[in-house]
């Protein structure tokens, strides 16, 4: 195609070789030129293209026809973990007195930290004043606690507050920090605390009350990592009753041990090596004590997310007369 100057030279050209031709004559077939280079060549005056009808060579083995669709590529999501949770009030209770808090950590790239997660679950003591309240506050502040004490310096690259504690300590304090804001700031409420924390390979648990804490690791069958500080589950311990009695009996519900009821709590520490594949389950009584231990595990086992197993779980429960709130944390290593 001519560029601007060219054709500007031959329009002053052709009009030097007619001086009969005004200045106006000419300066208007110079813009009508000028024009034509702009916006191409009036629909009048385009001729089909003509190719040659040889036919085309083969196309290489292996090469995408120019007609064929190219395929988007597929969007890439990795982690360490995969986790889902859902709270139910039940078919029973007038409210939902459980608490929930999930919080992950994961970083790619140089000197990394390890992968991170923590799963609280508390379960608001029902008949006790602010039992909802209670729960919420108990997974904040043992959270807060973690995150400060060892988390954040980890990111940070410093050391922690509490460098001369083991990681199993923290998790002790985490739980004792939320009793004595449950005892200071509701005094009368009081709620079980189950807090499952990950970091690299190792999970710890900080256990206080009869919520419960399992980990599945596929073929094998779910394995409880917690014992129930509940007054039936003591008998059982002692002799005293059987576990198909107790499954009934009136004071099945009944604590010795909780988040609010003393000002001098003793925690249950739990240490689990973790690898991928594996399943950490946290439920309060609501989904084990109607749901058999053995159907838990094979609704985790046939379901084809950590999303869809928690809602199954939680319809098991409700199907099973739902009685209590129903509280589920499910994650999935690797």
């Known amino acids: 195609m001519k560029n601007l100057w060219q054709a500007l030279k031959e329009r002053l050209g ?19 030129d000028l024009d034509a280079l702009v916006e191409g060549p009036r629909p ?12 085309m060579p083969p196309a290489p083995s292996g090469a995408v026809p120019a007609s064929a669709p190219v395929a988007e590529p597929e969007l890439m999501f990795t982690g360490a973990f995969a986790i889902a949770w859902h709270s139910d009030r039940g078919q029973v209770r007038p409210r939902n007195e459980d608490a929930v808090l999930v919080m992950t950590g994961e970083q790619e790239g140089s000197d990394s930290v390890s992968p991170f997660a923590l799963l609280l679950l508390a379960d608001g003591m029902g008949g006790h004043q602010a039992g ?37 300590e923290m998790m002790v304090n985490a739980v004792n920090h939320a009793n004595r804001a449950v005892v200071q700031r509701l005094p009368g409420s009081g709620t079980t605390l189950t807090c499952g924390m990950v970091l690299g390979s190792r999970l710890f648990v900080a ?22 500080h509940s007054l039936v589950s003591r ?13 009934s009996h009136p004071q099945r519900n009944v604590l010795y041990r909780a988040v609010g009821q003393n000002s001098a709590l003793e925690v249950d520490i739990f240490t689990e090596v973790v690898e991928s594949g594996d399943y950490i389950l946290l439920c309060c009584d609501g989904l084990w ?18 999303h869809q197993a928690v809602r199954r779980l939680v319809e098991a429960a409700n199907a099973a007369g739902g009685p209590d709130n129903i509280t589920v944390i499910l994650a999935r290593i690797g």
């Open 207 to 228: 256990h206080v009350g009869d919520s419960r804490a399992y980990l599945l690791r596929p073929p094998d069958s779910l394995r409880l990592l917690t014992h129930d």
């Open 132 to 168: 909802e309240m209670a729960s919420s506050l108990a997974t904040r502040v043992a959270a807060a606690h973690l995150l400060s004490e060892l988390y954040i310096p980890l990111l940070e690259v410093r050391e922690r507050a509490s460098a001369q504690l083991s990681i199993s």
């Open 44 to 55: 009048e005056e385009t001729r089909p293209l003509e190719v040659e009808s040889a036919e």
């Open 235 to 247: 008998l059982v311990e002692m002799g005293q009753l059987t576990n198909a009695e107790a499954v």
């Open 14 to 32: 052709w009009r030097a070789a007619a001086p009969a031709e005004t200045l106006e004559e000419a300066a208007e077939k110079v813009k009508r």
């Open 289 to 306: 004590s109607v749901v058999p231990e053995e159907e838990i595990g094979r609704i985790i086992l046939s379901s084809a997310s950590v």
